[in-house]
T-cell receptor, first 113, second 117 residues
């Protein structure tokens, strides 16, 4: 099935550093979502984006809906140990049912003290 | 805790067997979604049920089937299991789909880890 290309695949950073990750698609999406998955748990929604160019924050997290509708970005500022986990982008296609979320390949984040 | 429950948490079985995974949505949610998460395929949408009726199908194999019961819980049946079916299976639930097709947040359960030996 289709997957969104997410990069980087993994990151090792130090506590306090800022983190950036992105997600790209060959097709247009009308909604972009960012999820975090902790070990042994299901994904949890962090941020939802509904409009091209939109910039939305949730605490130390900021995400942007790309102008082309084919990409999205997530930034985490001043990382802390509990930011460890796998971050997934997900998109809803421009047309069709809202059921069919397409997920990215994930970015595994590890934070060292 | 998302409010979505899944049982069992772990399941180990042999090739050729059949298993049933169970999901209880959040109170009040009418939609249930099933996803498969494997190492090589990532998180893939399988199927969506709304109030007992199938609404959308994704990459679901013919060997797999699902249903949603009147009490809104859902079951995913996997038959003739193969080694490649080993994965985490997630259920998610959300409120009534929007007529415009917009996104309603899906709340994911903790998953069932299936191992096929």
């Amino acid at each position: 099935g289709q997957q969104l290309n997410q990069s980087p695949q993994s990151m090792f950073i130090q506590e306090g550093e800022d983190v950036s990750m992105n997600c790209t698609s060959s097709s247009i999406f009308n909604t972009w979502l960012w999820y975090k998955q902790d070990p042994g748990e299901g994904p949890v929604l962090l941020i939802a984006l509904y409009k091209a160019g939109e910039l939305t924050s949730n605490g130390r997290l900021t995400a942007q809906f790309g102008i082309t509708r084919k990409d999205s970005f997530l930034n985490i500022s001043a990382s802390i140990p509990s930011d460890v986990g796998i971050y997934f982008c997900a998109g809803l296609p421009y047309t069709g049912t809202a059921s069919k979320l397409t997920f990215g390949t994930g970015t595994r984040l590890q934070v060292t003290l | 805790d998302s409010g979505v429950t899944q049982t069992p948490k772990h399941l180990i079985t042999a090739t050729g067997q059949r298993v049933t995974l169970r999901c209880s949505p959040r109170s009040g949610d009418l939609s249930v979604y099933w996803y498969q998460q494997s190492l090589d395929q990532g998180l893939q949408f399988l199927i969506h049920y709304y109030n007992g009726e199938e609404r959308a199908k994704g990459n679901i194999l013919e060997r797999f089937s699902a249903q949603q019961f009147p009490d809104l819980h859902s079951e995913l049946n996997l038959s003739s299991l193969e080694l490649g079916d080993s994965a985490l299976y997630f259920c998610a639930s959300s409120v009534t789909p929007r007529p415009s097709g917009g996104y309603n947040e899906q709340f994911f359960g903790p998953g069932t880890r299936l191992t096929v030996l």
